[in-house]
């Protein structure tokens, strides 16, 4: 691949991540809007809210690391898009490998959480700290995962992954292959998002939405586009690992946003956890799927 072509395709990649992550923030206000018996906002509400934020006063940074943690933390989402292959493009996914990317979905979290920790405001620290608990809760399940599906298709690259499921149609899909594996990553997967019931670190009625408490103006606008970067990657890497990839747009697209409307259509309606439960909840079940889908592929 030579550099102006690789070039193109950095470029596309966040792009085409950030524009259908809009439209996937769209779906979800509208389907809440369902369940609660409204209208939901018109169809471009999610970029009038950016540019709206953009647009106003940032009231408060606390220095130097507040404004470079939040780069860190969109520079990481934004990472994360060009290591994740997509019908004709597939950016630095031939470079690197799902280890890469694992260690890249961590960067965001940890980069809110040096930005949240340059303010003084506890509520802030509280609901950061309830986010690293939270990533701790999701990451181990993943990881497991992770290490399943390598382990059944002995690899790590993502474009392999994709080429196997893809050798036989829909039966070689690993949703079809590994379901125990599949069920347990889809869990974690779900948690990655932090809607409920996982919404431990913003709880409004609790602490005041935490880390976004000293947010405001670009710094909230960032949370948002964020956001949009998060959704969208959550729905490709679940879509590469176990539903076959995509070959093309028409196909793929209707997979990432199945991946986020079921699991969040379904749960809605279901209250917050406590901190504590994320943990239980997710290492009992997340855990336990991921686990004997890892042993029953080592049995093979």
């Known amino acids: 691949m030579d550099f102006t072509h690789l070039f193109v395709e950095l470029v596309l990649m966040p792009l085409i991540a950030f524009l259908v992550g809009l439209v996937m923030v769209l779906m979800l206000r509208k389907v809440r809007a369902k369940i609660e018996r409204r209208i939901g906002p018109p169809l471009l509400q999610p970029l009038y809210d950016i540019v709206k934020l953009y647009s106003k006063k940032t009231q408060v940074s606390h220095g130097p690391m507040h404004e470079i943690a939040m780069m860190v933390a969109?520079?990481?989402?934004?990472?994360?898009?060009?290591?994740?292959?997509?019908?004709?493009?597939?950016?630095?996914?031939?470079?690197?490998?799902?280890?890469?990317?694992?260690?890249?979905m961590m960067i965001?979290?940890?980069?809110?959480?040096?930005?949240?920790?340059?303010?003084?405001?506890?509520?802030?620290?509280?609901?950061?700290?309830?986010?690293?608990?939270?990533?701790?809760?999701?990451?181990?399940?993943?990881?497991i995962v992770v290490a399943g599906v390598a382990l059944f298709h002995g690899t790590t690259s993502l474009p392999e992954i994709i080429a196997a499921q893809q050798a036989g149609?829909?039966?070689?899909?690993?949703?079809?292959?590994?379901?125990?594996?599949?069920?347990?990553?889809l869990i974690a997967a779900y948690a990655?998002?932090?809607?409920?019931?996982?919404?431990?670190?913003?709880?409004?009625?609790?602490?005041?939405?935490?880390?976004?408490?000293?947010?405001?103006?670009?710094?909230?606008?960032?949370?948002?586009?964020?956001?949009?970067?998060?959704?969208?990657?959550?729905?490709?890497?679940?879509?590469?690992?176990?539903?076959?990839?995509?070959?093309?747009?028409?196909?793929?697209?209707p997979k990432i946003f199945a991946v986020v409307f079921i699991p969040l259509a379904m749960t809605n309606v279901f209250p917050r956890y406590k901190t504590e439960d994320v943990l239980k909840w997710m290492w009992k079940w997340a855990g336990g799927f991921a686990l004997a889908g890892l042993a029953l592929v080592v049995m093979k």
């Open 192 to 253: 990655m998002l932090g809607k409920e019931p996982f919404e431990i670190y913003v709880a409004p009625a609790e602490i005041a939405t935490g880390p976004m408490v000293e947010m405001s103006g670009k710094f909230m606008g960032t949370l948002f586009v964020m956001q949009c970067f998060q959704l969208y990657a959550v729905g490709v890497l679940y879509t590469t690992l176990f539903l076959g990839g995509g070959e093309y747009w028409i196909s793929f697209l």
């Open 169 to 185: 149609g829909m039966s070689t899909w690993g949703i079809v292959q590994t379901p125990v594996l599949a069920l347990g990553g």
């Open 108 to 143: 965001p979290s940890l980069g809110l959480a040096l930005g949240v920790g340059a303010c003084a405001n506890p509520n802030g620290s509280i609901g950061i700290s309830r986010a690293l608990t939270a990533m701790v809760a999701y990451d181990i399940p993943l990881m």
């Open 74 to 104: 969109l520079g990481g989402v934004i990472a994360m898009e060009v290591f994740l292959p997509v019908p004709g493009l597939n950016g630095l996914a031939e470079k690197g490998d799902l280890i890469v990317l694992i260690y890249l």
